[in-house]
């Protein structure tokens, strides 16, 4: 064909860059010590990232102050290579006395944020800049609780004004479907009363398709999830799952849980866009502020 020019190919010339470069991918985890965070990231990413409770020396679990600890690793699926920064806020919100302690958590994404900017205002800039800017932050809500407690209002208020967040339900095996769809109600409620907004926000569901994906997630939040490092043989295949008393919980299995769809989005349908709205929302924030205080 005489009139091909060939700027089609820029798919392919992308995907040889990404392939040779890969990419970053940051996620915080923000709950209770003991809400099944690190075992719902190793459920996610099929992999043992991070030690869940089982293997914690006893010296962590009586650690009284919320140490924020980030663990990389590089994952690869058909030759595509992801950096991912797993940062464990172990014993959030533990303490009796639970005021401010949010702080440190804020304070690790600001910092991520400056450093980008430090190192993109260098005269003589990285062609690439290690990206540790947080993409995603997993908000783990206590089964136990009936909708949002007020330190989850607190914590949501500041932390979805600096990252996306997405909350699940913990543990949500403990709940039957009746509770948890009442959970689910309330704190879609609760929500809207304290305009705490979630990811993927309004403004982005600007091509119909991404309007109808997006209305499906946003019926879905909280995730009512459930993880599990076992696998489990039920009649001959085997399942992720757990045991209990009545039977086992295939976690896979979308009628028992909301994981495979908190996974699908994630990592599926929403991968490159929660990467894209870091940098075109929450940090273009951070930076409009920072500089505009400098300039004043
Ligand atoms: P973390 O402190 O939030 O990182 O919690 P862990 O991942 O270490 O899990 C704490 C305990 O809860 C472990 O004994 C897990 O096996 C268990 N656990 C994790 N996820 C679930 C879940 O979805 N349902 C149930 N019933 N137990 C879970
Ligand atoms: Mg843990």
């Given at each position: 064909v005489q009139d091909y020019v060939g700027f089609d190919t820029i798919t392919q010339q992308m995907e040889r860059k990404f392939l040779k470069r890969g990419f970053n991918l940051n996620v915080i985890l923000v709950g209770?010590?003991?809400?099944g965070k690190s075992t719902l990231v190793n459920s996610i990413f099929s992999t043992h990232l991070v030690d869940s409770?089982?293997?914690?020396t006893a010296q962590e679990v009586i650690r009284k102050t919320t140490e924020i600890s980030p663990v990389t690793q590089t994952l690869e699926e058909n030759g595509v290579r992801v950096r991912l920064t797993i940062i464990d806020t172990p014993g959030?919100?533990?303490?009796?006395?639970?005021?401010?302690?949010w702080v440190p958590v804020i304070k690790y994404i600001k910092d991520q944020h400056a450093a980008y900017l430090a190192r993109e205002l260098?005269?003589?800039?990285?062609?690439i800049i290690n990206d540790t800017r947080v993409h995603a932050c997993l908000y783990f809500l206590n089964?136990?609780?009936?909708?949002?407690r007020p330190l989850d209002v607190e914590v949501l208020k500041r932390l979805t004004e600096v990252t996306n967040v997405i909350p699940v339900i913990a543990?949500?095996?403990?709940?039957?479907t009746d509770e948890r769809t009442l959970f689910k109600r309330r704190v879609k409620e609760e929500m809207a009363f304290h305009r705490i907004s979630v990811y993927p926000?309004?403004?982005?569901?600007?091509?119909d398709e991404d309007r109808a994906l997006n209305a499906s997630i946003r019926d879905l939040i909280p995730f009512a999830v459930v993880g599990s490092e076992e696998t489990i043989d039920v009649d001959g295949t085997v399942v992720r799952g757990r045991r209990h008393g009545w039977g086992v919980i295939n976690i896979f299995d979308e009628a028992h849980c909301d994981f495979v769809h908190l996974r699908n989005f994630m990592l599926r349908t929403h991968l490159s866009d929660l990467i894209e709205v870091t940098a075109q929302r929450h940090y273009e924030q951070f930076r409009t502020s920072q500089l505009r205080q400098i300039k004043e």
């Open positions: 209770e010590s003991g809400m409770q089982g293997r914690r959030f919100g533990d303490q009796c006395n639970n005021e401010g302690c260098k005269p003589f800039r990285d062609r089964p136990g609780s009936r909708g949002l543990k949500s095996d403990s709940m039957t926000y309004a403004c982005d569901d600007d091509v």
